[in-house]
């Protein structure tokens, strides 16, 4: 399936924004949907709406049935040994809070150490400051070479004994490096620590093996992945789960209650307390079928193709500073001198293209990278080299448009 095919999928790109054919070069942020999620979607809702597990009338099998297939597809997905080892989470934030609030208040303590780097999004940040408020540990930082990236080297010298938590981005959503987690995983566990690899900018555009990985945790949410918002998923090894106390508590998760004790279910339902997402994990279900039809390394080509040609192309546009290795995932994050990455959001809006502005959720980088903001350009699998001369002649248009106003 080519690209022009893989468009039509998208009802939402076949439309003008201000007068202009849309450009979407936001998908870091959040991906569009194709048909075949928005109608799964509909189906549930008009056909089998149902709670799950508690009934055994037929919609609330039929529900049931969805919601545990999801679970099942996206073990496949990425490989991990058992369904068991999949927790239902609202995304990616609240599966590194899980762990944090779970596995590292009762595994912390004074004079221990949790490591992760500068680049981390302050979803991976912020649950691991509070952490180390919590139970006295220290917070350190894996040092950026000079174009963004980590060296393995540096990764040794920071991670001790000491050090029980690692916790790093696959994929940076600011910068595009592609962090080697497999060989920090190994350095982690020489030392007996754990890690956990923030995946929400991997597992959308590249296969994912977390066995092979050998990471510990593994978090990434479906909305980046052409699923629905509200939907994400949190990998762990079973004998650290097994061991690790729910966060939540109420309705699904429990086992017996009693009026001063009460006991837990077994994996994965534990973690899932409360009525869960059940039309969102039935929508992740299909958009992992969707892009295994695709096939993850066509989509990694595509966009390894997309930002190499991007670099090219922004390259030749007077005054643009690109931040980042040339090796990169599918995003370039670039500044435009002497115009606000904002301003130049607004202007590239007037012409239809959709692009990010501002720090990103990443303000320890931005202060890295020496500035306040940047504007950034994402693609995924349904955009073209096309889109990416749109941009680049909606550069040179507001940086023509503000050279006259100054």
Excluded at 116 to 121: A, G, K, N, R
Excluded at 186 to 214: C, E, F, R
Excluded at 246 to 260: S, T
Excluded at 362 to 375: E, F, G, R
Aim: with cysteine.
């Amino acid at each position: 399936m080519n690209v022009q095919e893989i468009r039509k999928l998208f009802p939402i790109l076949d439309q003008q924004v201000n007068g202009n054919p849309l450009v979407y070069l936001d998908s870091a942020a959040t991906s569009q949907k194709p048909i075949q999620v928005i109608e799964t979607l509909e189906t549930y809702y008009k056909e089998y709406n149902s709670n799950v597990h508690r009934g055994v009338h037929t919609l609330g099998t039929k529900a049931t049935d969805g919601y545990e297939g999801a679970r099942e597809k996206i073990r496949r997905f990425i490989n991990a040994s058992s369904a068991e080892e999949v927790i239902f989470t609202r995304g990616t934030t609240t599966a590194i809070n899980t762990v944090a609030a779970s596995y590292g208040r009762a595994n912390l303590s004074e004079g221990d150490e949790i490591v992760i780097t500068p680049m981390e999004h302050h979803s991976n940040i912020i649950p691991w400051q509070q952490l180390a408020k919590a139970t006295g540990a220290a917070l350190k930082y894996i040092p950026l070479q000079k174009d963004g990236s980590i060296s393995l080297e540096d990764v040794k010298s920071t991670i001790t004994a000491n050090t029980k938590i690692v916790a790093v981005m696959h994929v940076s959503n600011v910068l595009g490096v592609i962090n080697p987690v497999k060989e920090i995983a190994q350095i982690a566990h020489k030392h007996g620590g754990v890690m956990l690899v923030d995946g929400a900018q991997s597992t959308p555009h590249m296969k994912i093996d977390v066995q092979d990985l050998n990471c510990d945790f593994y978090a990434f949410s479906a909305h980046k992945m052409c699923g629905p918002t509200g939907i994400g998923v949190l990998y762990g090894k079973r004998e650290l789960l097994n061991n690790m106390e729910p966060v939540e508590f109420g309705g699904e998760m429990i086992d017996f209650v009693g009026l001063y004790e009460s006991t837990w279910k077994e994996l994965p339902w534990k973690f899932e307390g409360g009525t869960p997402i059940i039309a969102g994990a039935i929508g992740l279900g299909a958009a992992i079928d969707f892009l295994e039809d695709i096939g993850l390394e066509n989509i990694a080509r595509h966009e390894h193709e997309l930002a190499q040609y991007a670099l090219e192309r922004l390259s030749e546009v007077e005054g643009m500073t690109i931040y980042g290795p040339k090796e990169r995932a599918g995003l370039v994050t670039f500044n435009l001198e002497e115009v606000h990455p904002h301003d130049v959001a607004t202007v590239l809006d007037a012409e239809g293209i959709a692009v990010r502005a501002g720090h990103h959720c990443a303000q320890p980088l931005m202060k890295w990278l020496d500035v306040s903001s940047t504007a950034r350009a994402s693609f995924y699998l349904y955009n073209t080299k096309e889109e990416i001369d749109v941009l680049v002649k909606g550069l040179q248009k507001t940086k023509e448009y503000f050279s006259d106003v100054f």
